[in-house]
Every structure is written in structure tokens, then in C-alpha cells.
């Protein structure tokens, strides 16, 4: 049966409404490219993507993103694609090199291209020292390592390492982690065995001992090298990301076998600047003192004296000595605002170390 020839007028009027919408699109990002570039050249032709990069000012562009956005089209999916055209603008000449806890295909990797968008050149290392010492030697612009995972807790080899680096903290990217199992294997009976970095392990542990309760789990560096022993290998699985799981051409066997449904991962981005206010920040100190009564609650005291909001706290031991600690704590706020610079001054007084690790625009999209 014929359809109604106007149906097909009004599909063909609004298919040549769609072609002039993205005419103009395509003008609009050229045009941004065009006065990015112009940005560059105000600031010198042989300086690199880092002199023109600035976070402060894409947190401050992304939220307003987010202000503006009514749908249909959802806020992450909103700033995804401002974050990519962004990226394609600042690359046009030199991207810039990051630097991220590899191999391919790991959690980090996607981090990194959530907070820098694709158009960078990240640079994969096996170990979060390496990461750290690539950023400080300027082989790389800035780093991205994991931190915390909110059924985890925290990575400490990423925490002890700014008892030894001078590096800064100039971002941090909340990362919503979903879990899989790759494998050739047609079915759960063909599994011998699992590989996957310990801390997936154990954020599936409830899915492993109702599904495959007895099986060999193997923990190794990271979910991309799992997903890699695993290409080869019908007999085995992986728990890892979709990124592996395309990276190594295994397919899902199981989605979504995480544990908790807000499975998150709170990665750092490391650079050797501290940059200006975005308006919406967050600090982080290391602080020590003298050991006795009453320490941390000394440590502490300015930040309410001056009404800075304590986010976070995490405790290390010390390089300085046996039994000593440091602290790592998170604020509100800059260092260069009001109330944080003042209780940044007292601190000087109370505090045996007294360091800022960064002040940094905080995740522009949590998730959900």
C-alpha cells in the first residue's frame, strides 16, 4: 500500500532543515578553530599546547554548557561534545602529550580522553611512578593516575608519590566504572580461569562467588593486560571496560558485573603549574606536625576559624620519620581565594610541613 505522499514531504523538509542545521554547525566549529588559533598566535608561534592550555577556563566554558543544556540531549552527552571540539581546537598544530597508567584499554585511558577529549597524544606507561617522572622531566604535559574508588578506598602508591615529586594536582575526573567479563567462551562452563587487576576482583566479588564461585582468579597489573592474556585464550575471561574489550577484540560475555551500581574511580590530572581559579575549585594540602595530643585538631583549626569546608582526609606514614604521619586533606576552594589564603597563613605557623598539592576545577560531571 502506497503511503501518503505527505508524510513524505514533511520527512523530506525536515531531513533538509537537518542538512542546514549542520551547514551551519560545521561553519561555527571552523570558525571557533579559527579563533583558537588566533589565540596562539597573540601568545607566540613556537610556544606548545601547554602555554595555551588552561583548565580554569574549559571547567568555567564546560559549566555553563550544563546551565544552558535543556535536552534532549543529556549533560554528559552534551559535554562530551563541547569537551571533543574543544580538544580538536586546541591540537591543531601540536596536541598536547599526556601521560596515563596504561596499558591500552585500562579505566585511566578513558579518563583521559573524558577530561582531554581525543584529540591528544596519550602516552601509555606500566607503572604510576612512571607517569609522574614523564611529567616531571616535561616528556609529557600533565599525567592522569587513579586516586580512590568509592568501594576501594584509596590508591596509596598515587598519594606517596607526592611525598616525593614536586608535581601539582591541576584536575580531577570522576569516572563512572562498569565492569565486564570478556572472553571467547561461549558460556560460564568453558571458564577455567580470571584474570583482572586485584581492585576489579574485588569490586565483582558478589557476581564471581554467585556465578563462578571456586574459579581461579589471577590478579595482574592492570584489566588492559587481563584483557590481553585473555585474547588468546578460550579458556579464560576478563574483567575489564568496553575500551579493553574493543582494544582487544574479545566480546562481552556479561555486562555490568560490578557489585555497586555507583562504582565510581577518581582520578588525578598531574601537571608542574598550579593554575588560576575556575570559580567552582577544590585544594589539596599535605600537612604534618608535631607528634602528640591534640595534632590533628591543631591542623585542622584554621579551616574553621576561616570557614573552609573539609572535603576529604587521608592519612600516610611519613618519609620523616618511624610512627610519623602525614596528612592528606582535601578543601573547598583556591588557594588564591580569601578565606583558603588565610588559613593557608596560619597553618605556615602551626604546621612542621605545609605544602599545597594543587588547586584545580572540580569534576564537571559527577556520575550518577
Excluded at 158 to 178: A, N, Q, V
Excluded at 270 to 286: C, Q, V
Amino acid at each position: 500500500m502506497k503511503k501518503p505522499e505527505n508524510n513524505s514531504t514533511d520527512l523530506e523538509k525536515i531531513r533538509q532543515e537537518i542538512d542546514g542545521l549542520d551547514e551551519n554547525i560545521q561553519e561555527l566549529i571552523s570558525e571557533r578553530a579559527r579563533l583558537a588559533f588566533h589565540v596562539r598566535q597573540s601568545k607566540g608561534q613556537h610556544n606548545n599546547a601547554l602555554d595555551y592550555y588552561r583548565p580554569e577556563r574549559e571547567a568555567q566554558v564546560l559549566r555553563r554548557v550544563l546551565e544552558r543544556n535543556e535536552g534532549p540531549l543529556s549533560d554528559g552527552e552534551m559535554v562530551r561534545l563541547f569537551r571533543e571540539i574543544m580538544s580538536a581546537c586546541l591540537a591543531q598544530q601540536e596536541p598536547l602529550k599526556i601521560a596515563y597508567l596504561g596499558p591500552e584499554g585500562t579505566f585511566t585511558q578513558q579518563a583521559v580522553h573524558l577530561h582531554f577529549g581525543h584529540s591528544v597524544h596519550a602516552l601509555s606507561h606500566p607503572g604510576i611512578d612512571i607517569v609522574f617522572d614523564q611529567v616531571q622531566a616535561g616528556d609529557a604535559d600533565f599525567g592522569v593516575v587513579p586516586v580512590e574508588n568509592s568501594t576501594q578506598g584509596i590508591v596509596s602508591h598515587t598519594l606517596d608519590m607526592f611525598l616525593l615529586s614536586e608535581l601539582k594536582i591541576c584536575g580531577e575526573i570522576e569516572l563512572r566504572i562498569h565492569q565486564n567479563l570478556l572472553t571467547h567462551a561461549n558460556n560460564l562452563n568453558q571458564i577455567e580461569r580470571i584474570y583482572s587487576h586485584e581492585q576489579s576482583l574485588s569490586q565483582c566479588k558478589g557476581w564471581l562467588r554467585a556465578h563462578l564461585p571456586g574459579i581461579e582468579l589471577i590478579a595482574v597489573s592492570s584489566n588492559g593486560e587481563a584483557a590481553r592474556r585473555v585474547r588468546n585464550a578460550p579458556e579464560a575471561a576478563a574483567i575489564a571496560g568496553r575500551s579493553a574489550a574493543e582494544v582487544y577484540g574479545l566480546p562481552i560475555l556479561f555486562a555490568g558485573i560490578e557489585d555497586r551500581p555507583d562504582n565510581t574511580t577518581r582520578f588525578l590530572v598531574i601537571g608542574r603549574n598550579i593554575f588560576s581559579p575556575s570559580g567552582h575549585d577544590k585544594t589539596t594540602l599535605l600537612l604534618s606536625g608535631n607528634e602528640g595530643p591534640g595534632l590533628l585538631h591543631s591542623l585542622l583549626e584554621p579551616f574553621n576559624t576561616h570557614g573552609v569546608n573539609m572535603t576529604r582526609i587521608e592519612s600516610r606514614p611519613s618519609s620523616l620519620g618511624k610512627w610519623q604521619y602525614v596528612f592528606f586533606v582535601d578543601i573547598e576552594g583556591h588557594a588564591e581565594d580569601a578565606p583558603v589564603a588565610a588559613a593557608l597563613k596560619d597553618l605556615q605557623r602551626i604546621s612542621k610541613v605545609s605544602k599545597v598539592l594543587g588547586s584545580y576545577p572540580r569534576a564537571v560531571l559527577t556520575p550518577s
